[in-house]
């Protein structure tokens, strides 16, 4: 990642918009691990509608069990669209850590590179 930009493995460069870490059970004072884990994962889709605009998902999957305690979005940007007629396209990527990472850089990376762009993102205009 050069310049907040890298290039996927199809060749689209892609840029890092901003980044919202969080504590993944914001907003919950009680309930069981499970229902928690199961309401957080069901509101993401219109979470991420209603903060980043019309945009495509790729949701890292948590690993079974209680939510991992940091959601991470990172909002990204093509100015390349996946189809004709568009002006750009743009993908929320979300994972989960127990830890805030070490390098926030080096963990951007990991979590972007080898991203199937064009499976996930979703065209739109300025």
């Known amino acids: 990642m050069q310049n907040q930009s890298f290039t996927t ?3 689209r460069k892609v840029y890092f918009q901003q980044l919202h870490i969080r504590t993944s059970s914001l907003g919950f004072l009680e ?4 229902s928690i884990r199961s309401e957080v994962l069901r509101r993401l889709p219109d979470e991420i509608k209603r903060t980043f605009g019309q945009t495509g998902l790729l949701l890292r999957e948590p690993p079974a069990g ?3 305690t940091f959601t991470f979005l990172a909002d990204l940007l093509s100015y390349t669209p996946v189809k004709p007629g ?18 926030l850089p080096t963990e951007l990376v990991r979590q ?11 065209d739109g205009r300025y």
């Open 9 to 11: 493995a199809s060749g």
């Open 86 to 103: 568009f002006d750009c396209s743009a993908l929320v990527v979300v994972w989960f850590a127990d830890a805030l990472p070490d390098s």
């Open 66 to 68: 209680p939510l991992p």
């Open 31 to 34: 309930g069981s691990a499970a």
């Open 112 to 122: 972007i590179e080898g991203i199937e762009w064009e499976k996930y993102a979703q």
